[in-house]
């Protein structure tokens, strides 16, 4: 089955710089890779999403680029401020919205 | 807020006991996933079931089970609790499989 491996595990900016975090996934026939954003106490929150059929996405400061020939895809944060500070995970599936295979995450902090 | 609520938030049980944790879905929602997030992890996906049917299982003994209601609400059940079963219990609803899968806040489960 589908294997989402992603890294770093925790990365530390200050406020105004730019953050990177990056994914690969294992099965070249999965077609969505959204990205969550989970605050402490706190469920998964959608932050940006990807096609398959579709290179980049932008959304504000944030921005999700795919490969799918090297199958990996990345979350670009610009403009960090101390409340994107978060645990981020990024997943992969065959099926859409439904059924989703998670990284294992990646702790942002976020220094004023 | 996604609209979709989870009860209990926290619970604590002996291992070999059993478990019933309930989702309450979005309003017009018919499609449930329920996922297993242990410390530190990504969500795992458990099942899904739409339309009462359950629709898809990912890597769980059958001791993990579910229902889903008429009204789309829906129990995770947990039989013969292990001290790794550990963990927040995630439900996310959506609208068929064509629309973004919002989460609860989760369950808190503590097996001791």
């Known amino acids: 089955g589908e294997n989402v491996e992603q890294h770093p595990s925790t990365l530390s900016v200050q406020e105004g710089d730019s953050a990177v975090i990056k994914c690969t996934y294992s099965?070249?026939?999965?077609?969505?890779f959204p990205w969550y954003k989970q605050e402490l106490g706190k469920g998964p929150q959608l932050i940006i999403d990807?096609?398959?059929?579709?290179g980049e996405k932008k959304d504000q400061r944030i921005a999700v680029t795919l490969n799918k020939t090297a199958k990996h895809f990345s979350l670009h944060i610009t403009e960090t401020q101390p409340e994107d500070s978060a645990v981020y995970f990024c997943?992969?599936?065959?099926?859409?919205?439904?059924?989703?295979?998670f990284g294992t995450g990646t702790r942002l902090l976020v220094s004023p | 807020e996604t609209g979709v609520t989870q009860s209990p938030t926290h619970l604590i049980k002996t291992r070999g006991q059993q478990v019933t944790l309930r989702c309450s879905s979005q309003?017009?929602?018919?499609?449930v996933s329920w996922y297993q997030q242990a410390l530190g992890q990504g969500p795992q996906f458990i099942f899904q079931?739409?339309?009462?049917?359950?629709?898809g299982r990912g890597n769980f003994p059958p001791r993990f089970s579910g229902l889903q209601f008429p009204n789309y609400s829906s129990e995770l059940n947990v039989n013969a609790l292990e001290l790794d079963d550990s963990a927040l219990y995630l439900c996310?609803?959506?609208?068929?499989?064509?629309?973004?899968?919002?989460f609860g806040q989760g369950t808190r489960l503590t097996v001791v």
């Open positions: 996310a609803s959506s609208s068929d499989s064509n629309t973004e899968a919002f």
């Open positions: 099965d070249s026939a999965s077609n969505y």
């Open positions: 990807i096609r398959s059929n579709v």
């Open positions: 997943a992969a599936s065959l099926y859409g919205f439904q059924k989703l295979v």
């Open positions: 309003s017009g929602h018919n499609t």
């Open positions: 079931y739409y339309r009462e049917e359950e629709n």
